[in-house]
Nanobody
Framework: QVQLVESGGGLVQPGGSLRLSCAAS????????MRWYRQAPGKERELVAI???????NYADSVKGRFTISRDNAKNTLYLQMNSLKPEDTAVYYC??????????WGQGTQVTVSS
């Protein structure tokens, strides 16, 4: 079955960096579009970044130029490099595999807190 396991979250000061990882299994990762979402307290879950099987990427305006999504198909792992972090980046970050429009898989989430 599909499994997505995020790691790499934590507490970081404003201006700092973190790299999130998502270990994927149970499907053919290399041909799959993958996404990162986040959800801040009291807010709706929002799309952060997308990467397709060819490596093409797209980002939310709020993270463009600061975050980089990437993938290692040999390791079945998705990454999100987050630089110049701001307090408003504080959220639970989720890895997402959109198998079909009506059939999404999610990881358990990893907490990112940006605070001094």
């Amino acid at each position: 079955q599909v499994q997505l396991v995020e790691s790499g979250g934590g507490l970081v000061q404003p201006g700092g960096s973190l790299r999130l990882s998502c270990a994927a299994s149970g499907f053919t990762f290399s041909i799959s579009t993958m996404r990162w979402y986040r959800q801040a307290p009291g807010k709706e879950r929002e799309l952060v970044a997308i990467i397709n099987s060819a490596g093409a990427t797209n980002y939310a305006d709020s993270v463009k130029g600061r975050f980089t999504i990437s993938r290692d198909n040999a390791k079945n792992t998705l990454y999100l490099q987050m630089n110049s972090l701001k307090p408003e980046d504080t959220a639970v970050y989720y890895c997402n595999f959109p198998k079909r429009p009506w059939d999404n898989y999610w990881g358990q989430g990893t907490q990112v807190t940006v605070s001094s």
